[in-house]
């Protein structure tokens, strides 16, 4: 069982910077690929980036390359997503999510065990 809490959402202009930490309670932490996913309003929940246990790999939707970076600490339970350069379309409500040993190219929602609450992020003009 593995509980996430996710944090560092809020209101930035368009351009800015944010880092979306989340938490996992639990002592196998690094035996899970953790993946981050939004949801804007009246949309459905995509995909945004994962990383491996090791955090050797990584992987991301096509539309935050060059601006989102995903990295976690194992040893203080962890997975963060840099978000720069943020877009008003970036705009949603971000999901810290964990899969039991599997892909960091698992981009479906279903393929992940646990989810945090998630935390708003808007980007204004």
């Known amino acids: 069982q593995v509980q996430l809490v996710e944090s560092g959402g809020g209101l930035v202009q368009a351009g800015g910077s944010l880092r979306l930490s989340c938490a996992a309670s639990?002592?196998?932490?690094?035996?899970?690929?953790m993946g981050w996913f939004r949801q804007a309003p009246g949309k459905e929940r995509e995909f945004v980036a994962a990383?491996?246990?090791?955090?050797?790999?990584?992987y991301y939707e096509d539309s935050v390359k060059g601006r989102f970076t995903i990295s976690r600490d194992n040893a203080k339970n962890t997975v963060y997503l840099q978000m720069n350069s943020l877009k008003l379309e970036d705009t949603a409500v971000y999901y810290c999510?964990?899969?039991?040993?599997?892909?960091?190219?698992?981009?479906?929602?279903?393929?992940?065990?646990?989810w945090g609450q998630g935390t708003q992020v808007t980007v204004s003009s």
């Open positions: 990383i491996s246990w090791s955090g050797g790999s990584t």
């Open positions: 999510a964990a899969d039991f040993r599997g892909s960091v190219y698992y981009r479906a929602a279903y393929e992940y065990d646990y």
């Open positions: 639990g002592r196998t932490f690094s035996s899970y690929v």
